[in-house]
């Protein structure tokens, strides 16, 4: 070793590379934008639901009244319609046992408040077709129950007391109105396809987004779904994106308003396509997507709609884990409850609420208006981020609170200065060591909290983090030869390579440039600091 010691290594970057006569080429990352303004403008009009990062979605209509049973079966939620094939006759006969005397707007919105909630998405009108507000368009609405009361206007007017975003789902899909197309294959007889018209229905379909646009006050995000059968195509999408936004041009508008969903991973398959988030459903993504805007929705149990045998609920601990999780990768968590026929939310959903509740109220800090966390992959947990004056304050989600009252934070080259538990009233100091590239802070033996105990690390400037070096090829098959790209933007590293899978050290090749590779081999690299 000569004069500049070595100090320590990094982790080591992998990636295989196949000599063979045929070639492929990789996929592009995509995304979806909106259109219609400048960069700047979009920016301002996303930022409350970016900060807000946690809502409650809400799926209540005519289905509430079956609660999933049908026929001697009993999974059955929101699609019970089309899944047990009701006849369109026998479905109608629900609105006149419509009547959830015990509905109580305020009481909702509470539930959502106290949860740590910012917005509540709810559906106006669901695949059945059935509108839970008082529509001039349509009879197959809440007027024409025993309840006679307009739902939304009701949350409305709690959703503005208690400064709670109000937002409406809406299916473009419809299961009732005689010029929807196509049919479901069964309905034939009940339903025939004969003389029904689209553009009719589309322009009915607005008449109802207009009357929800117009008479609820500020709409936080017109939430479509149902777009995906072969009649919607992006290009109507585009028009109904710029038909919302003409009547409310702050609201925030999802991808299913066009036709670029690409599966349940709800992302759009094109840059260009309409809608201004991406809406992965009942799943998170493996990583977030940079530039991206997105929002998981899920249930609680295994239904949207209420389903009174559905005893699958998840766990709090399991709610607030996967919502620092979303978070950790820069995304909303939009969590579902589907209220009872009576108006109630369901026991278990209540009493979840409240534990996030709990939850949220000493550990909100860490959610609202972070962003995806700087390191990529931590064991015992999660971590989020928020610019702070001079620097940048890091959230560690700790999910599995180690026991020996050690807490690795790997690849932490920056010292901290300051460190503490978010939950800690008095912010006492904790102190810390260094490792190697790792920060070891000494934390408490007793969890703060058994789900997710945050620890606050402030850095000054911009945090120094340790990632393998970055490996780029865009053929991993190729003939011949390939020249692959090891990029870094880390300071006073050396980069050195091995191209049998070994794990590079002191003694081998160093990185001057891009790295020739001539048949199938395994380029490792691996970072070494030296002490300047
Ligand atoms: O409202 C809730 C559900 O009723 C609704 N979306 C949530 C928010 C929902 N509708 N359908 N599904 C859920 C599942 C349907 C999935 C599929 Fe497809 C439709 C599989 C094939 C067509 C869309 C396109 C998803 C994958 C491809």
Redesign the pocket.
Known sequence: MNKSTVRFFGLPAVLALTFSMALTISAEATRSVGTLETKAQHDARMQWWRDARFGL?I?WGLYAIPAGEWGGQTNY???IRNNAQIPLKTYDKFAARFNPVKFDAAAWVKMAKDAGMKYIVI?SK??DGFAIFDSKVSDFDVMATPFKRDILKELATACRKEGIKLCF?HSIMDWHHPDYLPRRSWEVKDRPEAGANLERYIAYMKAQLKELLTDYGDIGVLWF??E?ENTWTEARGRDLYAYVRSLQPKIIINNRVGAS?T??EGFSAAKESAGDFGTP?QTIPATGLAGVDWET?MTMNDN?GYNKNDRAWKTSRDLIQKLADIASKGGNFLLNVGPTSEGLFPGPGVERLAAIGRWMKANGESIYGTQASPFKNLAWGRATQKAVVGGVRIYLHVFDWPKDGKLVVPGLLSDPRRACLLADAGKAPLSWTRSEDAVVLKIPVAAPDIDDSVVVLEIAGRPDISEPPVIKSDLDIFTDFIDVDVASAQANVEIRYTLDGSVPMVGSPLVKGPVRVTGTTVLTTRYLWRTP
Do not use: A, I, K, S
């Open positions: 979605f799926h939620g929101e699609w559906t669901h695949h789902y779904d149902g995906w969903r599966g349940m459903e929705c949207w």
